[in-house]
């Protein structure tokens, strides 16, 4: 099992930036796809990004719109999400996964609240 930790949640203006954090710990070779979902108040957990451990290929919600970035440094076993012009619609906790090569459970962090205001 793999144990996530994020960081680097916030208070932050509209157009603003912040970097989310997600520190990886336990059986962390057997990974195969990191990334990240969101949850704002009254809504579904939804899809930001991903990253394949393999050749680094990413893929992002529509709604990122190029604002966001994914990506991981393998050696530090954290992954990132740069988050650029910050709307208020993108309050919400964030909440890294990662998901194995083969069988086995998803991993969940335990979220960071990402707040931006008007």
């Known amino acids: 099992q793999v144990q996530l930790a994020e960081s680097g949640g916030g208070l932050v203006q509209t157009g603003g930036s912040l970097r989310l954090s997600c520190a990886a710990s336990g059986r962390t070779s057997n990974v195969f796809m990191m990334g990240w979902f969101r949850q704002a108040p009254g809504k579904e957990r939804e899809f930001v990004a991903r990253?394949?451990?393999?050749?680094?290929?990413?893929a992002y919600a529509d709604f990122v719109q190029g604002r966001f970035t994914i990506y991981e440094d393998t050696a530090q076993k954290t992954m990132y999400l740069e988050m650029n012009s910050l709307k208020p619609e993108d309050t919400a906790v964030y909440y890294c996964?990662?998901?194995?090569?083969?069988?086995?459970?998803?991993?969940w962090g335990q979220g960071t609240q990402v707040t931006v205001s008007s």
């Open positions: 996964y990662s998901d194995p090569a083969g069988v086995g459970a998803r991993s």
């Open positions: 990253i394949r451990r393999s050749g680094g290929i990413t």
